[in-house]
Structures are given as C-alpha cells and as structure tokens.
C-alpha cells in the first residue's frame, strides 16, 4: 500500500498541516499563533515542573496507544480501551489497598491485577467475536459503560463507605517517587514512564520475535492464508484481545498507583481510551509510533492548560489541532496521492 | 439479414496483452447465438466492451445498423442492451421487487409507489414466464429464482438485448431446464440473447449461431445446425502443435489418498461434492478436469481440512483426516498450491522469507523457545529462492512486489520443499507466462518421479492432458470417468466435462 518512507511522512506532515491550519484558526480569532505555540510549549516542556506533568500524561496515553495498536495488528478494532483501563484502575487499587505486604511484591502484584483485570474485561468482546462472530466493536463500547458504572459502583459501596473516593494506596504498591518528584520540582512524575517504555518494548517483541506474535500478524493481514497455513484464527482472535486488554489494564493501573495513588467516581469517561485511538493510528500502529505519537499527545493537552495563561489563546485551539492531525492521517491517501504528484512532478 | 448488434473488428488491449484481437460478432434478431472459448480466450472482454465497461481501441459497434460510441454501461441501457452477470448483483435483503425497480423506481411524489412497483414486475414476470414472488427477500430465494430476478432487471429497463455470462454455471440441472424454456419465451416475444459460455451441450441444445474465438483471436462464427460438438471442441482449443512436456511412464505404487463416498456442502448450503470415491497413488499424477463449479474447490478443502465434510471418509496412507484441522493434515503430509494465491497462498504484507515459513513457523528450527529465528527464516528463505527462481530483490521483499509468476514460485518452492506424500496442485499455472508453466510442471513432476502423489487441478485442457498420468473428469460433485490422457482426445474430455455420458463421448470420436 504505503511505502516505508510514506509510512514515516504521512504522520509527520499530519502533524505539521495540524499545527499550520491551528495557526490559521489562532489568526482568524485574533490570536497571534507564535504566542500561542510558545506558550503551548513552554507550558510542556518549559522547566522540569511541566516536563514532569508532560512525561507522567504521556504514560497512560503510551499504554492505551499499545492497547489499541495490539488489537489493530491482529485485524480488530478494540473501542474498549478505556473500558478496560477503567477496570485496570480499580482492580490495581483494590490489591494496593487489601494487602499488607512488602514493597517487591506488593507492587509488582498490584500492576499486574490490573493488566489482569483489563485483560478480563478485553476477553469478553474477544470470545464473543471468535465464537459468535459477534462484532467486537459493539461489544467494547458496551463493555465501556459497564465498566464506568461497575467501577463507580465499587468505588462507593465496596471499597469505600459511600465515599467519592477510595483511600490511598500505601507506599508498598504506590508508584510515586520522592527521587522523580524532587527533579521534577514536585511534579506528579512517577516511575510508570519506564514501565511504559518497557510496554513499548515487550509489544515490538511479542509482535515481531515471537511465534505467536508471527500468527497475529499474520491472522492480521489474511485471515484465509492463516487458515490455510493452519493457524487457529479464533484462538489469535481472543489472545489479541487479552493482550491489548492488559496494556489497556496497566494504563489504568499507572493513573491508579502513579498519578493519583487512588480511585475515584468517574461522572464521565476519562478519555484516555479513546484518545488512545488517536494515538495509535498516529503511530502507525507500531511501538515507536506509538511512544512518539502519546509524547505529542502529551505535550499537546499539557501544554494547552498553561497556554490560556500566557497568551489567552483557548484550551479548545489544542482539540481543533488534533483533530485535524487525526484528519490527516486517517485520510491518508490524500498525502500519499500529493507525495505521488510531487514525486512525479519531480522526474 | 437484419443485424441487432455488430461488433466489428473489435481490438482490445490491456498493457502487454492483446485480449481481444480483430473479432467480429454479429447478433440477428431474435436469435439466441452462442460466445465460445476457453477459459481467458477474451469473451467476458469482448461483451464487457459492448456493455460499455471497456472501450475498444480499434473498430466498431453497430445496434440496428446505426454506429454507437459506447462509453459507460448506463448507454448500453439505454440501448436496450441487458447483461445477466455469472455473479448476480443484487441486494439481499431487499425484495425482488425493490431489486428490479432499484434506480428506476416508479415514484408518486418524493416516496417510492411500491404497488405500482409490484404490479409492473408482476405483469413483465407473467409476460415472460418468469415465475418469482415479488415481496420475497432475495436472500430466501434460490440461485436460480435470483437469476430470474436478474433477467426481471434487464427486462424492466427494456432490454431488447441479453448477455448472458455463463448462466448455468451455479443452476441445478432442473433449473438449467427451466433456463431453457425462459430463453424461448424470451425469443418468442422478440429478444436476442447472446450466451456466454465454454458448455457445447448447451450450445447444440438452445444456440442458433455460434462464434468462437480463441486466445483472444475470433475464429470462426457458424450456424450450430449441421456442425458437432466435436468439431465446435476442436475450433474453441486449437489445433496448433501443443507443448508437451517430458515424462516418464508413471509407476504408480501403493495408495496414498483414499476418498470415499464423499459429500461436502458448499458455502451455500448445497451438496457440491456428492458420493465422490477416488483413489491417488504414490507415484502417479491425476488431473482433475472439469468445468468450473463443478465442485473441484470443496473437494480440496475438504482435503486439506478448511471446509468441513458431510459425510464419507478421506485417508492419508490410511489415516482418517477427515476430522483433523488443517494444521494436523499439513502435518501429516499434505502439500497445498492454493488455487487462489492472494487469498490463501500468500500473506501479501509479509516478506517473502516469512511467507516461506507460513506453516512451517513453530518448527524447529525456525523457532526456538516459542521465538522466532530469523536467521534460520532468511537462510531457508534463500535456498528456495535460488532453488526455484524466485525472481524478487530479497528475501525482505513483501510478497505483494513480486509477479505472479514469481508469487506462485514461492509457494510451490515453499509446498514442494516440505516433501509432502500428497501435492495438491490447484490451477498451479493460472495467468503464468510460458516459461513459469513449464518450470511448474516440471517440478510437479518431479515430485512423481520421487514417489510422491500428486493432485493437480486445472482447468486448461492441455495442462492436464500433459501433465496428469490420469484424468479423472468431475461433473456436478462427482467423478464420472476416468481416462487415461494418452488414449483420449481433447474433444471427449470437453464432452465428458459437459456432462456427456462415456459411451456418447466414446461414439463421437471415433468418427
């Protein structure tokens, strides 16, 4: 279809076209786009305080990306990321708060609850599509609602008495750092980043080096060639699911031990989920792309809180901006048929 | 002689083949003249030009004597002309009357005048013959009542001229016979119909006229009364010298495949494959030869395990596959040339090193401690390359660069290097150049001289007469002779794979 280098500069020029018709808007509205893109900037990366804040929203955004990214490669498209970053969120908390155990267990036990939780919950949708060939996307967005009303629901009658919160999580399963938080001029930096990356990792290596990764690539791209080749297309099917359900669920569980130490009642959906959506296909469904494409994210929406501070231009400026990136990309095929015109144009 | 439509000198190219090469086809009125040629001679080309989806480079088109310019299918309606594709377009879930209607509805105000709507297709349905049920859902209804629906359509927009592509291809014998009466009434009421189709039954049964071409090239138009299957077999395959490609007699040993009584449904739900027994040796190569449709598919998958059989059993050196997945039956010796390569052969987004490995993957020593070695990939991957000329820039190329040609030298190196009992071969030649057939069937061969059986499938007739040591001819799900490719000719196979009986066939050649 693409191209490798297509592959790399259709993101890219996404990326850039979003940020040039953003500055177009800013000047439509009297803003002048310098300013506005300055103070974006320094509202991202300007000191270590907000390149603190950045980092520590990349991380969910990075896990949900993969989530999404996994699901994609094998062929489905998982909507339910945010449902089972949810479940991932509250089951973490929950083993954070049950045990009384030391921290190199605890912990470890805790992240790991919540990738099983979010796994779980990614099964569901992942059998019902093997067995009865019932759509996953249906079932996922479902799957979102239950879970914001069963979370809520623990949150307020299971794990806490009738409270909007649950208690925080001791230090044995918290992944806050003092060490992350003095760099960072006590920013809410945590260690999730590295496990993050790490998750970046383990997907590039299921994918490309494992025996099974080869069978989810390739049920992926021809479900009939896989079939053929003896492959067994529907047990691919609800592993892929799993597998992105558990990234999904640690996501959940770095906001769950990181971020915020605890649960709490979710009026809506947080939106991570779904903007993992995003980033995956910003990322070209790989686990660079992905990690690049949740650092933009990141910088983007952190930055857009400080620029109404500095230059007055609105918070809104940095929705209209990714959504013409996600514009772009998803109508790629208007820059590859450009790149094509440009290169002939060339000879 | 009043003409309908004339097709003169039609030339058509497409890049690096010449389809259609200076053919004439005249249509009378109300004739029913019959378009005959193998498989790729060009006749869907010729009638998709004059259905106005491709232009032609050279000559022209008349319809009742006035030259035309067709440019796009809505003028070739406008000109009375209707085609009834092999593969129907209709919607499913709509009625047959919102089917036929569909882009012309009848309209009282902004809505659709569904009653108006029925009682016109009730009335063209009564006119022609053409018993359907209005108000059902064509997903209800059986294939032959969806052509009916087909024809409805054509009739509804005035079609005074129907193609007809390969008719009989998905209809039951009765439904055939149904077809035929349909085709009277048709002309009887003043149509012209022209048939496409590779069936001389058919054409000795209901065609007036009939004009064969060949390899893209017209051959000869003749009056169907006074000429004889054999001889309408001889002008649609040619009498230039054939290819034939060396071998050995065959020593065919102890039996590798066992079928018996076998019964496999098709993705429809009916019987496709029925009671069919058949025997392969170790050694030998049998063709299977037929018309397309006749079952030949779901008997392979039901071979190698990807579609599930009714009833009867399959055996491999005498063990049961017939309940086995198909990774088991990979296993257990069976070597797979899918007869679509895009579909089943080739991931295409892979490189070509990991479509070498595609069942292959988990052994060792491709894989080790569940990773993969792509040291061990790669290296097998060259080997076959080399071995069988696969034409690519490495072994890292995605499959989807190369030729097809190329394509099909990687499976085929990929099947035969697994050194299965069994080799099936489904139409392993299908749109290759000269050179690649002959590699192709070379390798196939060898594989006999090894000892190994051999299942090929095609439907070029030279292919199998060359290459099989015996034909087994299949006709409607099942095996209905089998012959030796050295005692047979080209013109009893094509009366066999009609559907002839042996004895008739027998009889005609000896004229």
Redesign the interface.
């Known amino acids: 279809m693409f191209n490798r280098v297509q592959k790399i500069l259709i993101p890219v020029i996404s990326v850039i076209l979003g940020l040039i018709i953003g500055a177009i808007v800013m000047i439509i509205s009297g803003f002048n786009p310098l300013e506005g893109y300055s103070a974006l900037l320094k509202g991202a990366v300007g000191d270590s305080f907000y390149l603190g804040e950045t980092i520590r929203q990349i991380t969910p955004y990075i896990f949900a990306g993969l989530a999404v990214a996994f699901a994609f490669r094998t062929g489905l498209f998982n909507i339910g990321v945010e449902g089972q970053l949810l479940v991932g969120w509250i089951a973490s908390v929950w083993v954070g708060l049950a045990f009384d155990l030391p921290k190199v267990i605890h912990l470890p036990m805790s992240i790991l609850a919540g990738a099983a939780a979010g796994a779980l919950w990614a099964f569901v949708p992942g059998i019902l599509k093997a067995r009865f060939r019932v759509h996953e996307v249906i079932v996922t967005i479902m799957m979102n609602y239950i879970a914001l009303h069963l979370v809520n629901h623990l949150v307020r009658y299971v794990i806490s008495d009738q409270q909007n919160t649950t208690e925080r999580v001791p230090e044995t399963a918290s992944l806050k750092s003092p060490f992350l938080e003095t760099l960072t001029e006590f920013s809410t930096m945590h260690f999730g980043i590295f496990l993050a990356l790490a998750g970046a990792i383990i997907f590039w290596l299921i994918l490309e080096?494992?025996?099974?990764?080869?069978e989810l690539?390739?049920v992926g791209?021809?479900q009939?060639?896989?079939?053929?080749?003896?492959?067994?297309v529907n047990r691919n099917i609800v592993f892929s699911m799993v597998i992105s359900g558990a990234f999904a669920g640690l996501g959940g569980a770095m906001e769950g031990l990181g971020t915020f130490g605890y649960a709490f009642i979710h009026s809506a959906f947080s939106g991570v989920g779904f903007d993992g959506i995003a980033v995956a296909l910003l990322g070209g469904n790989v686990a660079i792309g992905v990690v690049l494409a949740a650092a933009l994210f990141g910088i983007l929406k952190q930055g857009a809180l400080i620029m109404p501070i500095e230059s007055g231009v609105p918070t809104e400026l940095v929705e209209i901006v990714i959504a013409i990136i996600i514009f772009f990309v998803a109508s790629s095929y208007i820059i590859a048929y450009v790149l094509q015109r440009f290169k002939k144009g060339a000879k | 002689m009043e003409y309908v439509i004339e097709m003169l000198n039609i030339r058509k190219e497409f890049p690096g083949i010449v389809a259609n090469d200076n053919i004439t086809l005249q249509l009378k009125k109300g004739e029913i003249h019959a378009l005959l040629g193998e498989n790729g001679a060009g006749k869907s080309t010729l009638m998709n030009v004059l259905f106005g989806l491709y232009q032609p480079e050279q000559g022209e088109i008349k319809v009742k004597g006035k030259k035309v310019n067709i440019t796009n299918p809505n003028i070739a309606n406008d000109l009375g002309i209707g085609m009834v594709h092999q593969h129907f377009m209709l919607v499913d879930p709509f009625t047959v009357t919102e089917n036929i209607v569909l882009g012309m509805e009848p309209k009282k105000g902004v809505t659709i005048d569904m009653k108006k709507a029925v009682k016109d297709v009730k009335e063209i349905s009564d006119r022609y013959g053409l018993k359907v049920d209005p108000n059902a859902k064509i997903a209800e209804i059986s294939v032959g009542m969806q052509q009916r629906v087909e024809i409805l359509k054509t009739l509804y927009r005035g079609a005074e001229i129907l193609i007809f592509d390969e008719p009989t291809a998905v209809l039951t014998p009765q439904e055939i016979k149904e077809l035929t009466q349909i085709f009277k009434t048709l002309i009887s009421e003043g149509k012209s119909i022209i048939l496409i189709t590779h069936k001389l039954k058919e054409i000795i049964e209901v065609c007036d006229r009939v004009t064969v071409i060949r390899k893209g090239v017209g051959i000869d138009t003749l009056d169907v009364e006074g000429t004889t299957p054999n001889e309408l077999a001889s002008l649609m395959v040619g009498r230039e010298v054939l290819f034939r490609t060396e071998k050995k007699t065959a020593v065919p040993k102890e039996a590798v495949l066992e079928i018996t009584k076998l019964n496999v449904k098709d993705a429809r739900g009916v019987n496709a494959v029925k009671d069919l027994s058949i025997t392969l040796r170790a050694g030998e190569i049998v063709g299977i030869a037929g018309v397309d449709g006749n079952g030949q598919s779901e008997l392979i998958e039901a071979i190698t395990g990807l579609r599930k059989i009714s009833s009867g059993s399959i055996k491999l050196s005498g063990k049961e596959l017939s309940s086995l997945k198909p990774r088991k039956i990979t296993e257990a010796g069976i070597g797979h040339i899918p007869q679509d390569r895009h579909k089943h052969g080739l991931v295409l987004d892979f490189p070509i090193g990991e479509n070498m490995v595609l069942q292959t993957y988990y052994q060792t020593p491709f894989s080790k401690m569940s990773m993969l070695n792509n040291k061990e990939i790669n290296k097998k991957a060259k080997k076959l390359i080399a071995e069988f000329d696969v034409r690519t820039p490495s072994e890292y190329t995605e499959a989807r660069a190369l030729s097809g040609g190329n394509q099909q030298k990687a499976i085929i190196g990929r099947e035969v290097d697994r050194d299965p009992d069994l080799l099936i071969a489904a139409q392993p030649t299908r749109g290759l150049d000269v050179g690649a057939i002959e590699f192709i069937h070379q390798r196939l061969i060898d594989q006999r001289d090894k000892g190994k059986a051999v299942l090929l499938l095609s439907f070029e007739l030279d292919e199998i007469m060359n290459v099989s040591d015996r034909i087994a001819v299949i006709y409607e799900g099942n095996i209905i002779a089998i012959v030796d490719p050295k005692e047979t000719t080209e013109q009893e196979l094509g009366l066999l794979m009609a559907g002839s009986k042996r004895k008739e066939a027998g009889e005609d050649t000896h004229v």
């Open positions: 080096k494992t025996t099974a990764g080869f690539r390739s791209f021809n009939h060639a896989s079939e053929y080749a003896g492959m067994n």
